[in-house]
């Protein structure tokens, strides 16, 4: 995350150099009005070059474009005592880059989260003094790389797909005292 435009461009030629290149993410408030429309702001795909002073105004959030080596991507529900975590399987191109894109062709199911995933998200919401996160993955060959935990990331209409629990989970963790 920055606001420094060199730091941007630096960060995106490091990414191309590694052969995935970066995407731009919004932090917060994804809508936007263009031409008198509310759209959304998706991932989005960006090199070295199209990074200039605009990065100044605001904080922005960049990462390494996975999708070329993506299987799916994971929503990940977890508290200190659980989690659940769901596949989220996109066949549209534009939809494995950010599959807000297509969510009629999307499919999804549980899967079962490796140890240090489970083990990591736990150090992550007790270092943070939380009781509940909401956390997404891009899995590939390789394992699960760790995208971010949503201030707002919805969770809902996972439950809704795929039948999980999802909401007695997060009932329990926000109903029970605290030690």
């Not at 509940?132 to 790389?145: M, R």
């Amino acid at each position: 995350m920055t606001n420094d435009p060199k730091a941007a461009r630096r960060f995106a030629e490091e990414q191309d150099h590694v052969g995935c290149g970066a995407v731009y993410k919004t932090l917060m408030h994804k809508v936007v009005a263009d031409d008198g429309q509310a759209r959304l702001i998706y991932t989005t795909p960006v090199d070295s070059e199209s990074v200039n002073q605009r990065i100044g105004i605001t904080m922005h959030q960049f990462q390494a474009n996975l999708a070329a080596k993506k299987l799916f991507d994971v929503r990940l529900v977890a508290t200190r005592h659980g989690q659940i975590a769901v596949a989220i399987h996109a066949g549209d191109p534009q939809a494995h880059q950010d599959f807000r894109t297509g969510y009629g062709d999307l499919v999804y199911e549980v899967v079962d989260v490796p140890e240090p995933i489970t083990i990591g998200c736990r150090a992550y919401l007790r270092a943070l003094g939380l009781e509940l996160g909401v956390f997404d993955f891009c899995a590939t060959e390789a394992g699960w790389y760790f995208l971010e935990c949503g201030p707002g990331a919805q969770w809902a209409w996972l439950q809704e797909e795929t039948g999980a629990p999802i909401s007695s989970l997060v009932a329990d963790a926000l109903t029970e005292e605290s030690p």
